[in-house]
Structures are given as C-alpha cells and as structure tokens.
C-alpha cells in the first residue's frame, strides 16, 4: 500500500462518515484522478478484509464487509443490552415503537417518572428531542440514525412489528389471577364488602370506649 493510500485510508477510517471526494482533494493536496486511483488501490486492497470501501455521487466510505453483517449485529446488540438498563431499554422500546411520542405518554406507560433515563437516551445519541409537528406548544421524542447504527439496521422497517412481539406474550398465573379480580370489582376492600356508616354516640357505637368524668369540687375535691 503506497503513502498515499494509507493516507485515504486513515482518514475514512477516522471520519466514520461519507467523505466527499473535494474533502480528500484538499486535505491530501491531491488531484481529483490521484485520489481517485488510490481510491481503487485501496478498493482492491480491502478485497480480502473485513471491511470494505463503497463510493457513491463522490463520497467514499469505509464500512463492514457484507457478509459478516450476522457477526456484527450479534456484537452491537449485545453491546446495546450490556450498557443500557432495563429501564432505558423499556424507555426506548417504547419510543420506537410509539413515536413520535410526549413524555407524559411515556411516564403514564411506564407508570414512573422517566426525566432521567430520556436524559441519559439523548444524550447517548439514541433519541432526540424535538418539536411536535402538529403542535408546536408540545416536545416529542423521536429515535435518532444512532439508534440504528447501535441496532445494525437501516430502517425502521426492519424491526418486528409490535403484534409480532406481543401476540405470544401471556400473563403469569398469580398476575392473571389479580387482574381477573380486579375486573370484578370485588376485592377484599371493594363494593361488595363495605361497611355501613357509623353513627357516632348512642348505644351501639363502640368505637371508642366511654371514659367516666370524675366530679370536681365537693367533699371528693381535693385538688387542693
């Protein structure tokens, strides 16, 4: 690999980006048909590597080899699943799939307060922030092009559809158990064990017990 290959090939490696072609021609003081030539060295170098160059409209880029695409995607999600809590995957689940999505629709799905984990989402790069084309007044919350870079993926449309994750989801026994009641409305403090008002004083009201008032003054007085 001569100088000047090398060179290109640092530079894409280092920007993690498309380069354009004018980028190259300025940075390496090179004309258009040199950087292109080793351009194409660099190309055929890469043939039996684990990355590969791509070029379109003059923009190159260094990417992953296509067939290790299984590999890579197995490591990015593992690495996701590694440093994301419970909480932020839960958090980001439901902004993927409800987006674009309000905070307080978020926090009512999860039942907690969420500031910090959208916080802690943004700023990994996983989410943006943004306002609400239907209501300027409101933010929403939305995935970024990082969420799917860490997921290895190029679109939306390659998640599972949501009735695809949930249709073979089930309830366990105890939990079923409680929402059944629940929909009956009969609980162990529900309507249908309530109790009648009490009425206070009078015979029947044993609530308190009934303190005798000792007589002051007399011959029984002898406070003094």
């Known amino acids: 690999m001569d100088t000047l290959t090398s060179k290109i090939e640092s530079i894409l490696f280092a920007a993690s980006r498309p380069v354009k072609l004018s980028e190259l021609t300025t940075s390496l003081n090179e004309s258009p048909d040199g950087i292109i030539s080793a351009l194409e060295a660099l ?5 039996n590597r684990g ?7 003059e ?11 299984d590999a890579v995607a197995n490591f990015l999600n593992a690495e996701i699943r590694e440093k994301l809590t419970d909480a932020a995957i839960e958090t980001l689940a439901i902004i993927a799939y409800k987006q674009p999505i309000t905070r ?7 039942g907690v307060n969420s500031q910090y984990i959208l916080r802690q ?24 092009i990082e969420f799917l870079n860490h997921l290895g993926i190029k679109d939306m449309n390659e998640l599972p559809s949501f009735d695809e994750l ?11 158990a409680v929402v059944a009641n629940d929909d009956d409305g009969m609980g162990d403090e529900g309507e249908g064990t309530e109790k009648p008002p009490v009425t206070p004083g009078g015979d029947d009201d044993d609530t308190e017990p009934k303190v005798e008032t000792p007589a002051v003054g007399g011959d029984e007085d002898s406070g003094e």
């Open 121 to 144: 989402l943004a700023i990994r790069g996983m989410i943006e922030r943004t306002t609400s084309t239907t209501d300027a007044r409101r933010a929403v919350y939305r995935t970024t």
């Open 59 to 69: 923009r190159y880029q260094l990417v992953t080899e296509s067939s290790n695409s």
């Open 166 to 176: 949930t249709e073979s989801v089930s309830l366990p026994e105890a939990v079923g």
């Open 43 to 47: 190309k055929k170098e890469c043939g």
């Open 51 to 57: 990355i590969s160059l791509v070029g379109k409209n």
């Open 104 to 110: 307080a629709e978020i926090e009512a799905i999860r």
